[in-house]
């Protein structure tokens, strides 16, 4: 069977796939018809309407007139236009006697200073004859039949040099432009002032240090810089565009050049835009969503001035406004508008725009001109800037990597403050903002008060934590479990194209509300589990980071799919063990065809390997986010897993959770007998929200997203089947607005209604924003923005908010972000052997490095490697029984790494901050927890 041609088969230059077909489609036929009318009238080399004008090239009418005839072409609303082409310059500089002048001037070496008096001579001369040599009759002729089509109107007369709007030099403002021009007479001495803009001095001093391009669009001729002698002289077009009566207007750069590549900047004033560009009048400034609309920042001005037509010169005036407002000069539709063609211009060109615009009295968008964006350094290295006043730190637990459109959107710690306030913590809130989509976070404060006193005691003496537990058990979980079951008793491949939409919406939604649900504990978790390693450390003596070793083995979920407490797997195991086809499956090379096999298994063995897919292979594997796959997609490693549980001791959990138990009853020995009751009462609240904290997170953001992320994938599926996206999982960066257009083909905001609600972006966009996410480096991420604030000041606090706030710097500063590094010795951070860090779990090991960079490097893990990884969440827990021993560049005694090593009893080095960058897959290094250090035995050859 043939494959259906796809749009991605389609030309992708100049049009961007579906996009492009869209919006010509609406006007080509128009377009035509008027060309075969325009065709019999004018001759084109002579001058005709810019519409009708064919094959136009760099060279044939310079790069304004080439640019807004492209988007004309396109179907974007440009004014009206008359093009003088580049071939009527040639023969007004023949017809004035200037050619062999023009030679002399650019083939001179203008940095001596004697020869720059004598070209300022010669171009004297060449503007001279230039403005007195008569413009071609014909040409006149056809500007004069130009004119009386489109009435009783004014122009403007813009220059269109063979150099200009270049990706490579843009000559903005170089050249004259000359506004409100009427008569034919104004508008011929326009033309030629056009063209004797380019012999002024600062022309040439522009040119000279800038590239220089006189080529064909698509020539391979390389441009090349200044060199003296070899210069060429220009050619110059001239466009006669209608004039706008612009209520207001400005300027849009279609990527924020000093923020996210998904932001649009927009600045504005009212009336003409002169007084923008030259700098007399302060717009106001907008950063708007690209792909949203939606408003990230705006630096409104009162707007006391504008520009206007000029009552008694030519060009324009600057006039106060009668009635100034602090009202700003756009509104949400001007905005919209603006983000609509600033988003189909960038996607026409495949590269960021600078863009000049005016909305008329009727509120009609018109795109005056686009331009490449000169001065972007796309290649360079990202520039952070801090997202806020005050000091931002880096999160990586939660974000090391950037994230997708939807995390950004949904994700925030505001769920958490309510929980925050009712412990007594004087956290209010933990700011979150994304630069270049990392997450860095500010804790905002309050200060210390009789009723957060209150409060704290009450939750102390009460022990309202309790009610805590209570809900999270009797109410949050079986809540989660519902969600999760109506995900897991849906087959999205079996749906319908619109039952399948609206399934997708509905994951999106879910989504977020796992989200929601994931902080609704957090405070509590970490406050109580925080309190028992104080409280506990306090009564036996010990270090308060040894006590976690009493909590070892009460979160059997976090063993993940090695849980012999879970019936489900406990049968699973137990049948495969017992079949030695199904046992051989497990070591398949073909581990795709395998799982297949597996699934569509007859009888009991095929019921549970099903129902152990739905459950736990829908767990995202690396990550929270809608972007990491889930265990199930990358099947060789939900093989090697399986394969590993079914070698593993079926006692071995019991006998972890004895030598615990052990270890528990020698503490409680040394104590004196009236101790005992007060140390059980601890550890029993320690080990219950010790297993709430990890559950919290398996049954929302792991599992449960992770469930959304397969309705999610079948719409993405489908798409690529269709040609609409390149590859299925490129829906996983889109925004749920985004996704649902893509999969109701709503083409309306396409086709310039700007009063659509949809809009998506063109495939290579979401190849774009997956490929950044996928390939960014966070080692070159800055750890802070901002400049840190002094020390606070020592500060009494009541005796239950300290309670509170110590537990939180135990259980959550110290336990999850601090990486203990004070005391390193500078010879081991400038080492490329060895790194330290914090003691997480106990042991030493050596073997094979297995670096795990993106989510997809889980799948090289093997028996006995040692991981090494930026941070790693609870989905980690999948991988963790294979490996010898964890190495982090982030996190602390309670990260996700520290807890599951200490589970599974494999020696774990957390915060080192540099391991990624020291050691490489396949090196041989040794841990030793003792000393908190990983140093190199071998380098893999």
Request: aromatic residues 8%; contains cysteine; hydrophobic residues 40%.
């Amino acid at each position: 069977m043939s494959r259906r041609p796809s749009f991605m088969d389609r030309a992708s230059f100049p049009r961007p796939s579906m996009r492009a077909s869209v919006l010509l489609s609406g006007k080509r036929e128009q377009l035509a018809t008027q060309a075969e009318f325009d065709l019999l009238e004018f001759n084109s080399s002579l001058g005709c309407p810019l519409a009708s004008y064919e094959d136009a090239t760099l060279s044939l009418v310079g790069g304004k007139a080439l640019q807004c005839w492209r988007m004309m072409k396109f179907g974007l609303p440009v004014p009206a236009a008359f093009i003088i082409p580049t071939y009527v310059y040639s023969l007004h500089i023949g017809e004035a006697g200037v050619h062999d002048l023009i030679d002399e001037v650019f083939s001179s070496d203008i940095r001596d200073a004697s020869i720059r008096d004598m070209t300022e001579a010669k171009l004297e001369e060449i503007r001279d004859k230039i403005m007195s040599t008569p413009l071609n009759e014909e040409v006149v002729d056809n500007l004069k039949a130009f004119l009386s089509s489109i009435g009783n109107v004014t122009v403007a007369v813009r220059s269109s040099g063979s150099a200009e709007d270049l990706a490579s030099q843009s000559f903005a403002g170089q050249y004259d432009t000359f506004l409100y021009k009427k008569t034919v007479d104004e508008i011929i001495e326009s033309i030629k002032g056009c063209w004797k803009s380019m012999f002024q001095s600062h022309i040439l001093e522009y040119a000279s240090k800038s590239v220089f391009l006189d080529a064909k669009v698509g020539d391979k001729t390389e441009p090349q810089v200044y060199t003296p002698g070899l210069m060429k002289p220009p050619k110059m077009g001239v466009l006669v565009m209608q004039m706008v009566e612009a209520k207001s207007s400005g300027v849009c750069v279609s990527k924020n050049l000093w923020g996210e590549p998904d932001e649009i900047m927009i600045e504005s004033v009212f009336g003409q835009g002169e007084g923008l560009v030259s700098g007399e009048l302060t717009p106001d400034r907008y950063v708007v969503s690209k792909y949203t609309s939606k408003l990230c920042y705006q630096e409104l001005t009162p707007q006391t001035h504008k520009f206007v037509r000029s009552s008694n010169i030519d060009g324009v005036e600057k006039v106060a406004i009668n009635q100034p407002s602090d009202e700003p000069v756009l509104n949400s539709r001007h905005l919209r508008a603006i983000v609509v063609a600033a988003r189909a211009i960038e996607d026409f060109y495949n590269k960021p725009q600078d863009i000049e615009w005016a909305i008329d009295e009727n509120d009609t968008l018109f795109i005056l001109q686009a331009r490449p964006i000169t001065t972007l350094e796309s290649t360079g290295p990202l520039s952070f800037l801090p997202p806020g006043e005050g000091f931002w730190t880096f999160d990586p637990t939660h974000f090391p990597r950037p994230v997708s459109p939807w995390f950004r959107d949904s994700y925030g710690f505001k769920y958490a403050s309510h929980n925050s306030r009712r412990t007594g913590c004087m956290i209010a809130d933990i700011k979150l903002r994304f630069v270049h989509q990392f997450g860095y976070q500010q804790p905002t404060f309050i200060p210390p008060s009789d009723a957060l006193e209150r409060a704290a005691e009450a939750y102390w003496t009460k022990k309202l934590y309790e009610d805590d537990y209570r809900e999270f058990t009797d109410f949050f979980r079986p809540e989660c479990e519902a969600l999760q079951d109506e995900l897991q008793n849906i087959n999205p491949s079996s749906l319908g194209h619109n039952a399948l939409t609206k399934h997708v919406a509905r994951c999106f939604d879910l989504a977020v509300e796992f989200w929601k649900r994931h902080h609704t504990y957090t405070f509590p978790a970490f406050v109580v589990v925080g309190d028992y390693m104080n409280r506990m450390a306090a009564l036996t003596g010990k270090d308060v980071m040894e006590t976690l070793q009493l909590l070892e083995g009460s979160s059997p979920e976090s063993r993940g799919l090695l849980n012999r407490d879970d019936p489900i797997l406990a049968d699973m195991y137990d049948l495969l063990v017992k079949s030695d086809k199904a046992m051989n499956l497990l070591q398949h090379k073909d581990a795709a065809w395998a799982v297949d096999c597996l699934m569509h298994w007859p009888d009991e063995l095929g019921d549970v390997m099903r129902k152990v897919r739905i459950k736990y292979g829908w767990r995202l594997a690396g990550g929270y986010d809608l972007v990491v796959p889930a265990m199930i997609e990358t099947p060789d490693f939900f093989l090697k897993t399986l394969y590993l549980g079914t070698q593993e001791d079926p006692e071995l959990w019991l006998k972890g959770t004895a030598k615990v138990q052990k270890l528990a009853d020698e503490w409680k020995s040394a104590l004196a007998e009236e101790k005992h009751a007060e140390f059980e009462e601890i550890l029993s609240v320690g080990r219950k929200f010790f297993r709430m904290r990890d559950e919290r997170g398996l049954a929302t953001d792991l599992s449960g997203v992770g469930l959304c992320r397969r309705g999610i994938m079948e719409g993405g599926r489908r798409l690529e089947d269709q040609g609409i996206i390149i590859r299925a999982e490129h829906i996983c960066v889109a925004t749920k607005y985004e996704a649902l257009a893509l999969l109701r083909c709503d083409l309306g905001s396409l086709v310039g209604n700007q009063g659509s609600s949809t809009e998506f972006p063109t495939p290579r966009e979401l190849e774009r924003r997956f490929e950044y996410i996928a390939t960014a480096d966070p080692n070159l991420i800055p750890r802070a923005l901002g400049n840190p604030p002094p020390p606070p000041d020592e500060m009494s606090l009541p005796k239950n908010i300290r309670r509170t706030m110590d537990a939180i710097h135990t259980g959550l500063l110290r336990g999850v972000w601090d990486e203990g590094l004070e005391d390193v010795d500078e010879d081991i951070v400038k080492s490329k052997d060895i790194v330290k860090g914090v003691a997480a779990s106990m042991g030493q090991t050596t073997g094979p490095v297995c670096l795990v960079i993106h989510e997809g490097d889980l799948r090289k893990v093997q028996k006995g490697d040692i991981i090494i990884t930026y941070s790693c969440s609870a989905s980690f827990n999948i991988v963790l029984p294979l490996c010898s021993g964890i190495c982090t560049d982030y996190g602390g005694m309670l990260s996700h790494a520290a807890i599951v090593a200490r589970e599974y009893g494999i020696p774990a080095i957390v915060g080192t901050q540099h391991a990624t960058t020291k050691f490489k897959d396949g090196d041989i290094v040794c841990m030793d927890s003792s000393t908190a250090k990983v140093s190199l035995v071998s380098r893999k050859e």
